[in-house]
C-alpha cells in the first residue's frame, strides 16, 4: 500500500497568517491526491482533488500542489474558520490511503 | 440535494459481525461513475479508508481489513452495506460514509455523511 506522511502534525498559527503542509508519498501518485479539512465532531470537507482543483464552494485562500510524490496545501491568509485538522488522501491505487493529518490551532 | 445517512448498531461485542448501511439521496447508486466509499476514524485519530464500491459493481478493499470486509449495494433501496466480520475493541470508530465519482479521469469524494460510532466491548 501508499504510504502518506504529513509535515507538520501540529502547527500553531495566527489569523492572517499564511500556512503549508506537506504530504509526502511513498511512492509516486501522480496528481491523484485531496485535501480535506475536519472540525471536531463534523465530518471531512473536501476542499482540493487532484492536487490542486479547488472543489466548488471553497474559498480561493485555500490551495494545492504538487505531483508525483510531494504535495503541498497552503492557507494564504488564515482565517478564525481555518482552525481544523487537515488530511490528504491518495486515490490513485487500490487502498485509498489517508495522511495521519495536521492539527492547526490558535497561537 | 445530496445526502448519505449511515445507520447500524452502536454498540456490538468482541466477535460479532458488524452490518453498516447507508442510505443515499440526491443522487443514483445506478449514475455512471459513481459510487459510495466507508471511511472510520477512531476517538482522536486519523481517518481510515476501509472500502468502496461504484455503479458497475466494482468494488475494492482496505488491504489490511479486505478479509473481514464485505461491500454490497442495493440500487432499488439506494443503501450501500459494509459488513465487518469478527469485531474488536480497536474497531471502536466513527464509521463514515461517503459519495465518491469521477470527474475528468480522477476520483473525488465530495459529499460525507455525518457518521455513526461504533463502539466494540462485551
Known amino acids: 500500500d501508499i504510504q502518506l506522511t504529513q509535515s507538520p502534525s501540529f502547527l500553531s498559527a495566527s489569523v492572517g497568517d499564511r500556512v503549508t503542509i506537506t504530504c509526502r508519498a511513498s511512492?509516486?501518485?501522480?496528481?491523484?491526491l485531496a485535501w480535506y479539512q475536519q472540525k471536531p465532531g463534523k465530518a471531512p470537507k473536501l476542499l482540493i482533488y487532484?492536487?490542486?482543483t479547488l472543489q466548488s464552494g471553497v474559498p480561493s485562500r485555500f490551495s494545492g500542489s504538487g505531483s508525483g510524490t510531494e504535495f503541498t496545501l497552503t492557507i494564504s491568509s488564515l482565517q478564525p474558520e481555518d482552525f481544523a485538522t487537515y488530511y490528504c488522501?491518495?486515490?490513485?491505487?487500490?487502498?485509498?490511503?489517508f495522511g495521519p493529518g495536521t492539527k492547526v490551532d490558535i497561537k | 440535494q445530496v445526502t448519505l445517512k449511515e445507520s447500524g448498531p452502536v454498540l456490538v461485542k468482541p466477535t460479532e459481525t458488524l452490518t453498516l448501511t447507508c442510505t443515499v439521496s440526491g443522487f443514483s447508486l445506478s449514475n455512471a461513475r459513481m459510487g459510495v466509499s466507508w471511511i472510520r476514524q477512531p476517538p482522536g485519530k486519523a481517518l481510515e479508508w476501509l472500502a468502496h464500491i461504484f455503479s458497475n459493481d466494482e468494488k475494492s478493499y482496505s488491504t489490511s481489513l479486505k478479509s473481514r470486509l464485505t461491500i454490497s449495494k442495493d440500487t432499488s433501496k439506494s443503501q450501500v452495506v459494509l459488513t465487518m466480520t469478527n469485531m474488536d475493541p480497536v474497531d471502536t470508530a466513527t464509521y463514515y460514509c461517503?459519495?465518491?465519482?469521477?470527474?475528468?479521469?480522477?476520483?473525488?469524494?465530495?459529499?460525507w455523511g455525518q457518521g455513526t460510532l461504533v463502539t466494540v466491548s462485551s
Open positions: 487532484a492536487a490542486s
Open positions: 511512492q509516486g501518485i501522480s496528481s491523484y
Open positions: 488522501q491518495q486515490l490513485n491505487s487500490l487502498g485509498f490511503t
Open positions: 461517503a459519495r465518491i465519482g469521477v470527474v475528468q479521469g480522477v476520483i473525488i469524494t465530495d459529499y
